[in-house]
């Protein structure tokens, strides 16, 4: 194949990420990780996979940078996850160090890549990879929104037993505790959910989907959402590589859009072969611009600690 996706780290969300990409035939695949022979064996299983799935795309995983040449899009997931006793900050510089380090050995090797960062604290690791790269602000947009949107979507269409494709789900802010759902554009079939739901439920529904990731955490047990996350970082690769112009909620540098200059957060982007071609504005009500500035704030504390 002509084109070439490179996934960094062979974690549950990276091996996620990498198989469907694969197995849409998007792209070749290589799958990076530190760990010497897991990302191997992972991409040797996706490679032997392919002639059930119907897909030519190949698949290599690897320890060296140089195969990542010349890669089209890389997706940055790896990081630590928070440990028993580590504090927020230490999670913070150790993942900060984690994907600088990644960050450079990309553009060393693939400078005119489009970067879509994955770890956590996502806003906070977005800001890492832009000012480390120096890329145009286009070529680095951040998976959240995709996600929180979707746990939203398939809140929506469980309470109503409609379709999933008939609902549409807007997210802004950073993503986490203060993301900020916008029931009044979300919708069934082009119908308001505000018009389908009473109150209550709508407010279950937004509580809910801010918890979604914390929910699946606590019924796991040990480990963190991947499936969910995987598909989401797919849609993005997809919009970019077939440059279909969709409009995804993602985590982008804004410079003065909603108010808010020289923060990652998220916001409704058109993606497509350039990246972030376009970031669309919407009318916000008071409170809800409140809510995103108080959003936007948790990114900047988080930014400031880590000193981007």
Do not use: W
């Not at 145009?136 to 979507?153: K, T």
């Not at 469980?158 to 916008?182: C, I, K, P, Q, R």
Request: aromatic content about 4%.
């Amino acid at each position: 194949m002509n084109r070439k996706v490179t996934v960094i780290g062979s974690g549950n969300v990276g091996a996620t990420a990498a198989r469907r990409i694969a197995t849409k035939e998007l792209a070749d695949v290589v799958l990076l990780d530190i760990l010497e022979g897991i990302p191997q064996g992972k991409g040797l299983d996706m490679l032997e996979a392919n002639p059930v799935e119907g897909s030519d795309a190949r698949v290599l995983g690897t320890n060296d940078y140089a195969d990542t040449a010349n890669s089209d899009i890389v997706v940055i997931t790896a990081g630590l996850a928070r440990k028993p006793g580590m504090s927020r900050d230490d999670l913070l510089l150790k993942n900060k160090t984690i994907v600088k380090d990644v960050t450079e050995n990309v553009v060393k090797h693939s400078p005119n890549c489009i970067l879509i960062p994955v770890t956590n604290p996502l806003d906070a690791m977005c800001q890492v990879v832009y000012r480390v790269s120096g890329f145009p602000r286009e070529r680095v947009v951040g998976m959240a929104g995709i996600l929180d949107s979707a746990r939203m979507r398939a809140f929506i269409a469980m309470e109503l037993g409609v379709s999933v494709e008939n609902t549409h789900a807007f997210v802004l802010g950073g993503h986490g505790d203060t993301m900020v759902l916008l029931p009044r554009y979300s919708t069934v079939a082009g119908i308001p959910i505000t018009e389908l739901m009473d109150t209550a439920t709508v407010d279950a529904i937004v509580k809910r989907t801010a918890g979604g990731g914390g929910e699946i955490v606590k019924l796991l047990g040990s480990g963190s959402a991947y499936y969910a996350p995987g598909s989401a970082v797919v849609e993005m690769v997809e919009a970019i590589l077939k440059d279909k112009k969709k409009i995804l909620p993602c985590a982008t540098f804004l410079q003065g859009e909603y108010g808010i200059e020289g923060l990652f957060v998220g916001v409704p982007v058109k993606l497509g072969a350039r990246g972030v071609e376009e970031i669309i504005q919407i009318e916000l009500t008071a409170d809800e611009q409140a809510a995103l500035q108080k959003s936007a704030d948790a990114v900047k504390e988080l930014v400031d600690i880590i000193n981007v």
